[in-house]
């Protein structure tokens, strides 16, 4: 393709960018062959030019379409180059919060710097059985694509896992082995898995530190084989390590720490038992303090030693030994602060100060000499062939030579701690495969590198080797599958390179000949390098400024070393004088095995001279050769060895890749330098699978998915064809002229780079060119619909305008007309107004006129009458006058004789006033009524002692009675009981006696009789139906007329009680009134006499003292209070005693109800009786049944007539009652008494003794018996064998069993033969537990058994429903309700096995059926731009359906109660919702407005399935909620801010993380729909976050979760003593009681 094509105008492509590294701009004039320039528009509109070598021009990266954006595999990507790679990264990144992405064979995992809800158990669950394609990228994906090969090819895999430090290799190797130990399991040692886990922080404590770039560095290598049995189980694991950083030790750089147990001691020195190691805090020692940071943020030192010591527990290393082991690390720190001084100014020697703690410390630890261990430090032993000599160390070689002992310590302990890992997790079996974790150091490189990092970067090199020789591999494999034409591939071999380094004379052979050397140094083996590789290999080059150093041309880069300290930390020499002393010491068995005497661990002594002034020549004694000849050898011949060894172990697997990339220096969350990721990725090889990819055929579409992908470029000849593959040929060769930019395999298109972003830019043409036809017919047609519409509304304008004026006209002539009529009107209106005037004023003038002579006669008459009334007026005034002086006379004469008897009578008043008597008879008629009060109280309450003592004497005599009445009862029943048990023994033996000797003789008479009774039977079966319609008719009649009695008695009655109710409260009234009338009295007693004390003051004046009258006055007060307390007192008497009454009719009525109940109960029962009998009937035989119907008649008939006897017995009984409660109506306490001996005798159970022969309801097992009946009605116990029977009859069985022991006070009986039920339950639900059906039936058993036992029980409240006969047939001696806790606990494990069944059968239908499945044809669940085509599902919506179904016909069919089956539902639905839930959120390309709603269909359906099962109640409609929110998520639109308003209202279900994922993973429809923004995504978190308190939030929903289950009561219906047992059970060895 032309490249003029390929950058036309509006083409995106990346230009380089000295900031972001990759910039991304697009074409604003399109490219012609040889412009020297590009012209370009940048992202923020800014305008560029690209400079171009017209001779050779460099045209910029193009940009990949906008619908590969975002990509989970690089690979698939059609331009494959560095700025593409960069840009997906970080868009997944930043704005998906999406961390793990695939390069092909290579996970990328971007560390986050921030804790994500990714790694739980139920992500891990998710990933577990699921292909590597199928889920969003992730480390568990990898694992579980290792997992799975080991199982199905058997062959070894191994984990790569490579990155900077601070990149998160550790994190992800952690995770890795987490994901084995839950998914693999263990096999024979239930906590392998927990030690395999425990041995990470472990390794943490003692290998990882805190660096300038990661505060968890760990600084060796390590590599976890975990090994698996046959069944794939995990039975060991083993670890190797590789290059500790032992200098790290004794030195560490500014803002770096040393090891992190170190810190972890220091942190716990206040401990008892580290009270003796002499601790305190980190910057008190000199190995912990120099890099001047002793504490970390978020880190909790106590806490991590805590754990790490656990962790030591947990694999098997004792209290003691981690004891020893914390000595030794003490003894390190103690080391380290030993001060060294030099003797003289010259230095060339030095001492340690005798006094010095730390030294004193170090000795006592490790039990050793101080004097030795001061001595040693300073000097140095030099042997030769003759001579020992003794030679002192300057200040600096004695540090030195203190910190090389502090190492090797250390280094031996690390070894050791290996060791005991390896010795705990070692394999308890045989070992089929394993998988091995590496975690090592990536490639590193800092302003000053020394020989660690020389070591490093030497394994990476061959890391990336091996990496790049099995990308090849895997690239050639894919092409001789496809059979296409290939040619080798050209990639960057880097085997010059490590040639470089460990070939003859390279690198490290010339460091190991130098180490040899009696006087080599650094600078002598740096300029050995120089004359051998300096103009030799091209990776070798040497630095400008420095003669002591080195560049190497790695794979990633060129690094710069210095060669100072090689020699030294590659000959790691310690003076073997110090190793002996610890030898010597015999105080730690640690020690002992760090330190054998035999010289195992002896280091390699000093080859070369030194030069002092001071030698001291001593008798030649020879010194024990060292044997350990491992340590003898170099560290870099040691890492060359275990590093080929580590290759072949790799090459031997198949390896999985995790690059780590570190996206920021400051450890930000979230945070993307372009800069630092670019260097990483050259650096792990990232880009060296792009480059092999891209030079051959880096895209790769299967035939099926490029026929439904670019099915719009083809055209109608070429779809007419069958074959795919042929069609898909012609395309290609019609679209790309030239076959060399694709070739077609057995079962893909394999593509050139660029080739696939040629065929979508022709597609998106092919659409656009349509979606302009589309609009031209849309806008022809709306431009019409726009025409039709304007000429509608002109017609319209129109009419209505006509109509306008043809009113206007029409309004005119009305008004024409109606002024013609006004007109009219208004003239006639004046002339008759005219008229009117002039009528009036005539007839004015009529009327005054004969006014004025009427008036005049009237005045003559007026005059004349005045005289005559003036005369009359006179005439009556003399009369009055002489009258009114006769009046005045008499009066006068009245007044003095009234006078003059007045003060006669007030004299004798004054008199009589003088005597008492007269006062008296003033107060006579009070007293009288106050002596009446008086003694009608008495008269009260003698009678009340009398009714008192009557009460007393008839609770006496009912007591004596009752309980004689018990004793004789009591006594009859043990009789009867005893006289029938040996009446049917005595019948029986002579019954089987008989049938014994007659049996052979009847056998041939009675096939004869069998023949002629049939004939009988059926007449007689007639005459019984008709018997039965008989009895039946005769027992309803029966209840009927009991029932009108019952009502009519009780309405008399209740009218009776009204009317006494009413008379009373007449009598009520009256008293009311009288106290009334009584306190009226007593106000107008007391202001008489108020009235007389002040007449009797005032006419007596001073004859009687003020203080008698005074008490004479209260005394009289004082009797009148009393008298009308004493009325009070009666009133409210009166009125309690009415009310006790009325409360005491109310009962009695509440009684006669619950009688009217029992009698309808006991009528339905006999109901019930005879539908049984009925059914028995047709069932069983006829003789026998004909038999036992009459006598249950003859039994119905006896029990109906003592029922009526009882009845008319209650009815007395309740008369009686009466009679007494009115008798005794003041006194409270007999009224009580007496009801609750109405209420006791009304809820006792009619004594209806069983006819002889009758079932009782108990059934007795003996004790040799228990194994049989367990077997019978448990172990072997079958519903489908007895047809007919109540799945719950197990249970009644076991109970009625129960009922025989406890009639018995067997207590023993009743334990034993309970433990034996639960046992035998549990062994049949553990050897059914796949068997939904069998553990149905026996939670339902359970329960039942539990209902009976509390039904039965001692509780009253258990029995408020229970019948009369179900009363008789409760325990009597012992309560069993504290079985029901056991009972309880095994029901709810029960239903817990009853859940795990069902969500084993459903949990694969789950996804396939609410997510893959196209319930809505047409409806594609995949968006658009996802070119993978899912096959058909496994199940579908119909399919899981179904199984619900199922699922509740078992439940339904064993009877289990409706209150469980809703709970079982309940947390079914959420396991669906859960995992489909939790499948949306881990799949990407799930998250689809289609998919969205495709889900809301299927749940709906679920809804409706609920609805009809009538479950919609059971709460499994709100377990569905999460589930349709999230769909409602996907179709809502998410693009203003109200939209975010919108979405925080409706997600109330789902947690934040929930709604972040599927915001970021949601998939727009290419060309439809705009990708989320980052900013609406921020919006809609933040109004979440205040919406909801901050905490961790879960991802995933944890389906393992068990909602509590709550088991209800029922009362059973069933009769005991009714229950049918069918024979095929074969109780007979059971005794029926």
């Not at 309740?1214 to 306490?1229: C, F, H, V, Y």
């Not at 009972?1383 to 059926?1409: E, N, T």
């Amino acid at each position: 393709m032309a490249a003029a094509e390929l950058y036309a105008q509006g083409t995106r492509v990346w230009i380089p960018d000295c900031l972001e590294v990759w910039k991304s701009a697009e074409l604003t004039r399109g490219y012609e062959e040889g412009d020297s320039f590009l012209h370009l528009r940048l992202e923020d509109g800014s305008e560029s030019t690209f400079p171009l070598d017209p001779r050779c021009p460099q045209l910029p990266f193009l940009r990949n379409p906008d619908y590969l954006s975002g990509e989970n595999d690089l690979v698939a990507l059609s331009y494959l180059h560095e700025p593409a790679v960069l840009h997906t990264l970080r868009s997944r990144f930043l704005e998906t919060n999406t961390i793990y992405t695939y390069c092909g064979i290579i996970l990328v995992a971007i560390n986050p710097y921030k804790q994500l809800p990714i790694y739980e158990e139920p992500v891990i669950y998710a990933y577990s059985g699921q292909n590597m394609s199928d889920m969003d990228p992730h480390i568990f994906a990898v694992a579980e694509d290792a997992y799975k090969q080991m199982s199905r090819n058997n062959k070894n895999q191994s984990l790569i896992i490579s990155g900077e430090s601070g990149a998160g290799k550790t994190a992800s190797a952690k995770y890795a082995m987490r994901y084995f130990a839950l998914v693999g399991g263990s096999l024979g040692d239930s906590s392998m898995e927990e030690k395999v886990l425990a041995s990470s922080p472990i390794m943490e404590a003692f290998g990882n530190a805190k660096t300038t770039r990661n505060d968890n560095s760990s600084r060796f290598g390590k590599y976890v084989e975990i090994c698996f049995s046959h069944e794939y189980r995990i039975v060991g694991a083993a670890m190797k390590t590789y290059l500790l950083e032992k200098s790290r030790l004794a030195f560490q750089a500014k803002a770096e720490r040393n090891y992190h147990i170190f810190y972890q001691l220091c942190a716990s020195a206040a401990l008892p038992e580290f009270q003796g190691l002499g601790l305190g805090g980190a910057e008190s020692f000199h190995y912990t303090n120099q890099g001047q940071c002793t504490h970390l943020e978020a880190t909790d030192d106590a806490a991590d030693l805590e754990s790490t010591r656990n962790a030591f527990s947990l694999l098997g290393v004792h209290e003691s030994s981690q004891l020893e082991l914390f000595s030794l690390l003490a003894s390190i720190l103690h080391l380290g602060n030993i001060r060294l001084r030099a003797k003289d100014r010259h230095g060339e020697s030095c001492f340690a100060e005798p006094d010095d703690a730390a030294l004193g410390l170090f000795c006592t630890l490790l039990g050793v000499e101080k004097s030795q261990v001061s001595r040693w430090l300073c000097y140095r032993k030099l042997v030769t062939a003759s001579e020992t000599y003794v030679k002192p160390m300057s200040r600096q070689q004695a540090l030195n030579s203190r910190d090389a002992l502090a190492k090797h310590i250390y280094g031996q302990l690390f070894k050791w701690i290996v060791g005991r890992i390896n010795k705990a997790l070692r394999a308890s079996c045989r070992q089929q495969a394993s998988i091995g974790i590496l975690d090592i150091y990536g490639f590193e490189t800092f302003t000053v590198n020394s020989f660690e990092q020389f070591c490093i970067n030497y394994a990476n090199e061959k890391l990336q080797q091996h990496f790049n020789l099995h990308v090849f591999k895997l690239e050639q494999e894919e092409y001789m599958k496809e059979e296409i034409p290939w040619t080798f591939i050209d990639f960057c071999d880097n085997q010059p390179c490590i040639d470089l380094i460990e070939a003859k004379l390279g690198i490290l052979d010339l460091l190991n000949e130098e180490c040899k050397m009696p006087k080599g140094s650094d600078a002598s083996w740096a300029q050995k390098l120089y004359d051998k590789h300096l103009h030799n290999s091209p990776h070798f080059q040497k630095p400008k400024m420095s003669t002591e150093a080195f560049i190497v041309r790695h794979f990633a880069g060129k690094v710069e070393y210095q060669c100072s300290g090689f020699l030294e930390k590659n000959q790691d020499t310690v003076h073997a004088e110090l190793i002996g002393l610890l030898r010597a010491s015999k105080k730690s068995a640690l020690l002992a095995e760090l330190f054998p005497e035999e010289g195992d661990g002896s280091i390699a002594l000093p080859s070369r001279r030194s030069h002092g002034s001071r030698v001291t020549v001593r008798p030649g004694r020879r010194s024990l050769p060292a044997t350990d000849k491992e340590h003898r050898k170099p560290i870099s011949t040691q890492f060359k060895a275990s590093l080929h060894k580590l290759m072949e172990t790799l090459s031997s697997t198949a390896p999985h890749y995790v690059r780590c990339i570190k996206p920021n220096d400051r450890k930000r969350p979230f945070e993307f330098d372009a800069k630092r990721a670019v260097e990483q990725l050259r650096a792990c090889g990232v880009l060296e699978t792009i480059q092999i990819s891209a030079s051959g055929y880096p895209s790769r579409w299967t035939y099926v998915e490029f026929f439904s992908r670019y099915r719009a470029l083809m055209r109608p000849e070429e779809l007419m064809g069958g074959d795919e593959r042929q069609t898909c040929r012609l395309v290609l060769e019609r679209l790309l002229k030239d076959p060399g930019k694709y070739q077609c395999g057995k079962g893909k298109i394999f593509f050139r780079a660029g080739q696939v972003a040629f065929l979508e830019e022709l597609r998106s043409r092919r659409l656009r060119a349509a979606c302009v036809v589309l609009q031209k017919s849309l806008r022809c047609w709306l431009g019409r619909r726009h025409f039709l519409r304007m000429r509608a509304a002109a017609i319209c304008l129109q009419r209505f305008s006509r109509g306008f004026l043809a009113r206007r006209l029409a309004r005119h002539l009305r008004r024409s007309s109606a002024a013609l009529t006004l007109q009219k009107n208004f003239k006639m209106a004046l002339a008759r107004r005219s008229y009117l005037r002039t009528q009036a004023a005539a007839v004015t003038i009529q009327a005054f006129a004969r006014g004025m002579f009427a008036r005049r006669l009237h005045r003559q008459m007026v005059a004349s009458q005045k005289a005559v009334v003036i005369q009359s007026a006179a005439r009556g005034w003399l009369a009055r006058t002489k009258y009114l002086r006769v009046c005045r006379a008499v009066v006068y004469l009245q007044c003095c004789y009234r006078r003059m008897r007045a003060r006669r009578e007030l004299r004798r008043l004054r008199i009589e006033a003088k005597s008492v008597e007269h006062y008296k008879q003033l107060n006579k008629g009070m007293e009288i009524k106050v002596m009446q009060l008086q003694c009608k109280v008495d008269e009260q309450a003698r009678e009340k002692r009398s009714l008192s003592e009557q009460l007393s004497a008839l609770r006496a005599s009912h007591s004596e009675e009752v309980e004689r009445l018990r004793s004789e009862l009591r006594g009859l029943r043990e009789d009867k009981a005893q006289e029938k048990r040996i009446r049917e023994l005595q019948e029986q033996l002579q019954r089987v006696e008989s049938e014994k000797s007659s049996s052979e003789g009847r056998l041939g008479q009675e096939m004869e009789e069998l023949k002629q009774r049939l004939t009988e039977l059926e007449a007689m079966k007639s005459n019984l139906k008709e018997e039965k319609d008989a009895l039946n008719q005769r027992i309803m009649e029966q209840s009927q007329e009991l029932e009108d009695q019952l009502l009519r008695r009780v309405a008399a009655e209740s009218q009776e009680l009204l009317c006494q109710l009413e008379g009373e409260r007449a009598r009520y009234q009256n008293l009311v009134k009288e106290c009334a009338r009584l306190e009226q009295c007593c106000e107008n007693l007391q202001d008489e006499v108020a009235f007389h004390k002040q007449n009797l003051a005032e006419i007596l004046g001073l004859n009687r003292s003020p203080e008698k009258m005074v008490e004479e006055d209260s005394m009289m007060e004082e009797d009148l209070k009393y008298a009308y307390d004493a009325v009070r007192v009666s009133n409210k008497l009166l009125e309690s005693q009415l009310q006790e009454q009325q409360q005491q009719h109310e009962q009695e009525l509440e009684g006669l109800r619950l009688d009217v109940c029992s009698l309808k109960q006991l009528s339905k029962q006999q109901q019930s009786l005879i539908q049984d009998l009925q059914l028995q009937q047709e069932e069983g035989g006829f003789q026998h049944q004909i038999v036992q119907l009459k006598r249950e008649n003859l039994d119905l008939e006896g029990q109906l007539e003592r029922q009526e006897k009882n009845m008319l017995k209650l009815q007395k009984q309740l008369k009686t009652s009466m009679k007494q409660i009115q008798d005794l109506t003041a006194n409270g306490e007999a009224r009580l008494l007496e009801q609750k001996v109405k209420v006791e005798e009304m809820e006792r159970p009619l004594d209806v003794p069983c006819p002889a022969g009758a079932f009782g309801g108990m059934l007795g097992c003996k004790a040799e018996d228990e194994g049989r009946l367990i077997r019978t009605i448990i172990t072997d116990f079958k519903p489908q064998h007895s047809p007919g029977a109540l799945p719950a009859l197990p249970a009644y069985i076991l109970f009625m069993c129960f009922r025989h022991a406890d009639s018995g006070h067997e207590e023993h009986r009743i334990r034993s033969l309970f433990a034996a039920a639960v046992s035998g339950i549990k062994r049949v639900v553990k050897k059914h537990s796949e068997d939904l059906g069998v553990v149905a039936l026996w939670l339902a058993n359970t329960c039942c058994l539990i209902n009976c036992l509390r039904q039965y029980g001692g509780d009253q409240s258990y029995r408020l429903a229970n019948t009369p006969k179900q009363n008789q047939h409760c325990l009597r001696n012992f309560d069993l309700a504290s079985h029901c806790q056991s009972l309880g606990d095994l029901a709810i494990q029960i239903y817990q096995q009853l859940i795990r069944v069902a969500q084993k059968k459903l949990k694969p239908m789950i996804v396939a059926a609410m997510l893959e499945s196209e319930t809505i044809q047409g409806l594609s669940a995949r968006p658009p731009g996802y070119r993978k085509q899912p096959p058909a599902p496994a199940y579908t919506l119909d399919s899981l359906l179904q199984q619900l179904s199922s699922f509740h016909e078992a439940l339904g069919r064993h009877q289990l109660e409706p209150v469980i089956v809703g709970q079982a539902f309940r947390q079914l639905l959420f396991t669906i919702s859960g995992v489909a839930l939790n499948y949306l959120l881990l799949r990407r390309d799930a998250c689809s407005w289609s998919q969205g709603v495709q889900l809301r269909y299927n749940v709906s359906q679920l809804e409706e399935w609920l609805r009809a099962k009538d479950l919609q109640q059971s709460g499994a409609m709100e377990v569905l909620q999460p589930l349709i929110q999230a769909a409602q998520l996907l179709q809502v639109k998410k693009t203003t801010q109200e939209d975010a308003e919108a979405i925080c209202c409706l997600c109330t279900a789902l947690t934040t993380p929930q709604v972040m994922k599927i915001l970021r993973a949601y998939t727009p429809a290419a060309g439809l729909e705009e990708r989320v923004s980052p900013s609406f995504i921020s919006s809609v978190e933040n109004r979440l976050a205040e919406r909801a308190p901050a905490g961790p939030c879960q991802l995933l929903v944890d389906t393992a979760h068990l909602f509590p289950v709550h088991l209800p009561f029922s009362c059973s219906p069933v009769q005991l003593d009714e229950l049918c047992i069918p024979d095929s059970i074969n109780l007979t060895f059971l005794t029926w009681v």
